[in-house]
């Protein structure tokens, strides 16, 4: 199996779905952080995003992606 990826995002919000599935699908352990579920996850996602609130926020390798456009 991969490496974890983590993927912060809202439960609302396709993309962070799109995300969560299309990672699952290639083989990865993927941890999903709901940003709306706490001030601490939300403060987390922004300090990884450089401050955006675009998501989802996906951190893979130490590499931190804001959006996911699928693929």
Known sequence: MREKVIIYGKDTCPYTTAAREEYAKKGYDVEYINVE?????MEKMLKLSGGSRVVPVIVDGGIVRTGFGGG
Not at 37 to 41: F, G, L, P, V, Y
């Open 37 to 41: 579920t706490s001030a601490e996850n």
